[in-house]
């Protein structure tokens, strides 16, 4: 009997996650869109392909508004702030038993607290980040940092919580020496695009990871200097018309781990 518990165990967590990120979906972006995204999640196994941007914030020279804060908490987790830890996993499946060994490697979190309930947070990764979208292990320098996701709860957005999050979290960045932050979206999510449209420095990179079965391949595409100029075209989409692919094809490492590898310097001029 505790074979066939152990055995269904992995079928009924896949199936606890999948709800957990359609209801979030459907919260997010509407019904259309997750159901699209939740038959995605279905057939990843056998076919994936993401598309995502990346952009730069020049942190040292971001806006630096006082926002009031209207009794919210703001504070970086440490490893051993177990229940802000747990409550931050649940608010992110693929965090899930993942945070504190990330906290005590190469991860900074800052999280809103209030009444001592997490309702949003800003994680960033600095030296080797692993970016699940594309597969890939990205090296950023000492200076920088990548930010993994910023993430504000439903019920307590367009409360101006984003960009008060922002700016204390790109404070502590500052204060720990750090000059550039880099970020991704996925090529349709608008809403974090005009997120963080004030914030980002240029557009750097699109990017694609295609699997189908057993094949797969990581590309990238550099965005033209023109698209980058955010005097000339701040944050603005990334349509086909103004990108001239010249694709760039990164092959995965023979490690165990099987994760292609890029260099955060190959993103700029």
Same mark, same amino acid.
């Given at each position: 009997?505790?074979?066939?518990?152990?055995?269904?165990?992995?079928?009924?967590?896949?199936?606890?996650?999948?709800?957990?990120?359609?209801?979030?979906?459907?919260?997010?972006? /509407?019904?259309?869109?997750?159901?699209?995204?939740?038959?995605?999640?279905?057939?990843?196994?056998?076919?994936?392909?993401?598309?995502?941007?990346?952009?730069?914030?020049?942190?040292?020279?971001?806006?630096?508004?006082?926002?009031?804060?209207?009794?919210?908490?703001?504070?970086?987790?440490?490893?051993?702030?177990?229940?802000?830890?747990?409550?931050?996993?649940?608010?992110?499946?693929?965090?899930? /038993?993942?945070? @504190?060994?990330?906290?005590?490697?190469?991860?900074?979190?800052?999280?809103?607290?209030?009444?001592?309930?997490?309702?949003?947070?800003?994680?960033?990764?600095?030296?080797?980040?692993?970016?699940?979208?594309?597969?890939?292990?990205?090296?950023?320098?000492?200076?920088?940092?990548?930010?993994?996701?910023?993430?504000?709860?439903?019920?307590?957005?367009?409360?101006?919580?984003?960009?008060?999050?922002?700016?204390?979290?790109?404070?502590?960045?500052?204060?720990?020496?750090?000059?550039?932050?880099?970020?991704?979206? @996925?090529?349709?999510?608008?809403?974090?695009?005009?997120?963080?449209?004030?914030?980002?420095?240029?557009?750097?990179?699109?990017?694609?990871?295609?699997?189908?079965?057993?094949? @797969?391949?990581?590309?990238?595409?550099?965005?033209?200097?023109?698209?980058?100029?955010?005097?000339?075209?701040?944050?603005?989409?990334?349509?086909?018309?103004?990108?001239?692919?010249?694709?760039?094809?990164?092959?995965?490492?023979?490690?165990?781990?099987?994760?292609?590898?890029?260099?955060?310097?190959?993103?700029?001029?």
């Amino acid at each position: 009997m505790s074979d066939k518990n152990t055995n269904f165990n992995p079928l009924i967590d896949r199936i606890m996650i999948l709800k957990k990120k359609f209801l979030r979906h459907v919260s997010d972006y /509407g019904i259309l869109h997750s159901l699209k995204r939740t038959i995605r999640f279905l057939f990843s196994p056998v076919f994936q392909r993401p598309r995502l941007i990346i952009y730069e914030i020049d942190i040292l020279n971001t806006p630096r508004k006082h926002i009031p804060t209207n009794g919210y908490i703001f504070k970086l987790l440490d490893p051993k702030d177990a229940d802000f830890i747990y409550q931050t996993e649940e608010m992110a499946e693929y965090l899930k /038993g993942k945070l @504190e060994a990330k906290l005590s490697a190469n991860g900074i979190c800052m999280v809103v607290i209030k009444q001592n309930k997490v309702i949003g947070f800003n994680l960033a990764s600095i030296g080797e980040v692993y970016l699940p979208f594309l597969k890939a292990r990205v090296i950023t320098n000492k200076d920088e940092a990548w930010s993994d996701q910023i993430t504000i709860h439903k019920d307590h957005r367009k409360k101006g919580l984003g960009s008060a999050l922002r700016n204390r979290f790109y404070a502590e960045l500052r204060e720990k020496g750090f000059k550039t932050l880099y970020g991704h979206r @996925e090529k349709f999510n608008i809403a974090s695009e005009r997120s963080a449209k004030k914030y980002t420095s240029r557009l750097l990179v699109k990017a694609e990871y295609l699997k189908i079965i057993t094949f @797969e391949i990581l590309r990238y595409s550099k965005i033209p200097a023109d698209i980058k100029d955010e005097k000339k075209k701040r944050c603005q989409r990334v349509r086909k018309k103004d990108v001239k692919n010249h694709w760039h094809y990164v092959k995965p490492n023979k490690k165990a781990e099987h994760l292609f590898t890029i260099e955060v310097g190959e993103f700029r001029d």
